[in-house]
């Protein structure tokens, strides 16, 4: 068969690794809330590439930037001073966080936080000494901060980790929201309590704002950093800026973190992660000790500043919480014995399946997929694209902009197909 005639699948299982359960489809295009596939058809995108795609495929602005500033700088070396990455730190210091501290800018998640667990045991090592052993970092089971070695030490998910021994060492997994497990894991080896506000992989697992508490004041009397994973809760995803802020809000509990990660939807698409670490230890990573060759070039810093531009100036935050609202009020007129519960916050939403209900949906049990995997491949088959959470979540990750008419359009398309599944 001649090169041209190979389909993308064929050549993907050929040259690529297969390290990817991929689905059966190619896409060629992408606008907005929607992408076509190779052979021509349109698929409503609520995945936006697993909370990517902050504003959808290809935003103008975004494009605008990419051609603007690849004219004019395209890579620069962290050995000299780049003016693009110090309004970008600026704009997340001063707008996002609004806590002064400072940024480091990277390329994913993962190493973001990465640079997470580097500054917490910095930071230990630097007050205690090497011979105090301060260097446990605490996480939570059910997490996922990453698939570098670091990363997968972090996660509370064996599935992540098996073949890869020996682990890096100082990880602690407690229970998700279990204050007493987490005051009983904590002692004077602990250097660091890292968790999301919002787990995503993990099944859209929101912290409460006790777990908030119980960390924060177990930070102040073991002197541990707090940090916050917001790789896929944060830059707006929830309808604010940060995460654990639209957690809290209306608690009456007010927490805050000592560094927070992000990456994701960051730069819409564009490969970029960062974190903000506080004031007070900002400069425990000082020359030699970080660094990333591509983290934070001008041209990364100036896609995700006209991102996090347009979602400042164009409205975004407050339509996320407009469309929360649309998908509970839609969702709250559906009887299908199938879901259990809508969960999330923002427009980082999980359906919880009725795991039970499911063994009786016909095709299920011979599919061979866990409930959330069957229910995803069913709903792309009828046009619309989410992602598993987990065995028994399905993700919605629509982009922040999306349209009431395109929430429209998913609550029928996924309506449709959990009416076919009612047992």
């Not at 916050?228 to 209306?250: H, Y």
Request: hydrophobic residues 40%; proline residues 4%.
């Amino acid at each position: 068969m001649k090169e041209s005639q190979q389909t993308t699948a064929d050549l993907m299982d050929r040259y690529v690794l297969g390290n990817y359960g991929r689905f059966p489809i190619a896409f060629s295009r992408g606008e907005g809330s929607y992408l076509w596939s190779e052979e021509g058809r349109r698929y409503l995108d609520f995945s936006s590439g697993v909370a990517v795609c902050a504003l959808g495929h290809c935003p103008p602005g975004m494009q605008e930037a990419l051609r603007r500033q690849a004219a004019e700088l395209i890579h620069c070396s962290n050995l000299y001073h780049v003016r693009a990455q110090a309004e970008l730190a600026r704009f997340v210091v001063e707008t996002m966080m609004e806590i002064p501290g400072k940024v480091f800018f990277c390329n994913s998640g993962a190493e973001a936080n990465d640079g997470l667990i580097k500054l917490a045991r910095k930071r230990a090592y630097d007050k205690y000494g090497a011979a105090a052993g301060k260097n446990e970092v605490i996480t939570c089971q059910q997490s996922f901060h990453g698939r570098t070695l670091g990363g997968i030490a972090a996660t509370g998910q064996p599935k992540v980790k098996t073949g890869f021994d020996p682990l890096l060492p100082g990880f602690l997994h407690v229970p998700f929201n279990d204050v007493a497990a987490l005051r009983e894991a904590v002692t004077e080896k602990t250097c660091a309590i890292l968790f999301e506000p919002v787990q995503g992989e993990g099944g859209i697992n929101t912290a409460t704002p006790e777990y908030f508490a119980a960390a924060a004041a177990l930070r102040d009397e073991f002197d541990l950093l707090l940090m916050f994973d917001e790789v896929q809760c944060g830059a707006g995803r929830t309808g604010d800026w940060c995460g654990w802020r639209s957690v809290l809000k209306g608690s009456g509990i007010s927490v805050e973190p000592d560094a927070v990660s992000w990456a994701k939807g960051f730069a819409g698409g564009f490969p970029m992660g960062s974190f903000w670490a506080s004031e007070t230890h900002a400069g425990v990573l000082g020359p030699g000790s970080h660094g990333s060759t591509f983290g934070g070039t001008p041209l990364a810093c100036a896609v995700a500043m006209a991102v996090l531009g347009e979602i400042e100036s164009g409205g975004v935050l407050e339509n996320v919480k407009t469309q929360n609202a649309r998908i509970r009020e839609g969702v709250a007129k559906w009887d299908f014995p199938v879901i259990r519960e809508l969960r999330g916050v923002g427009l980082l939403l999980g359906f919880v399946l009725d795991t039970e209900r499911m063994s009786g949906v016909d095709g299920f049990l011979e599919s061979g997929n866990t409930p959330s995997l069957f229910v995803v491949n069913r709903a792309r088959e009828a046009g619309l694209l989410t992602v598993p959470a987990g065995e028994n979540v399905v993700r919605w990750l629509p982009p922040l902009n999306v349209s009431a008419g395109e929430v429209d359009e998913a609550l029928a398309l996924f309506g449709g197909v959990l009416a076919g599944m009612s047992v």
